[in-house]
């Protein structure tokens, strides 16, 4: 088998911003901030929804301002019909 036809594995630390939660895995991501942990170099690449956070897997349920959004998309359309 060819070694240069095949992307390299390298140790990742995936942070997740919400909870602090890292994931340890091997992945052939690379990011320009490097972290020693338990002797070995791992890449640290930072999200900001991951499984330990996302409602989805969490079963937390969020609430969505929707009646601010239509009031803003109903007044920014009122300004472009009067212009015209």
């Known amino acids: 088998m060819k ?9 990742v ?3 997740d911003i919400g ?4 994931f340890l895995t091997k992945s052939t991501m ?8 338990d002797g070995q170099d791992y ?4 999200r900001d929804v991951t ?3 996302h409602p989805a897997y969490t079963g937390e349920k969020r609430l969505v301002d ?3 959004r239509v009031e803003k998309f109903t007044t920014k359309f009122k300004r ?3 212009v015209k």
């Open 13 to 15: 630390c995936f942070l």
């Open 51 to 53: 499984m330990d956070s």
């Open 19 to 22: 909870t602090g939660k890292k």
């Open 30 to 37: 690379k990011s320009a901030r490097t972290e020693k942990i």
């Open 66 to 68: 929707t009646a601010g």
């Open 3 to 11: 070694t240069e036809g095949h992307p390299a594995l390298n140790n």
């Open 80 to 82: 472009a019909t009067k």
């Open 43 to 46: 890449f640290v690449v930072v």
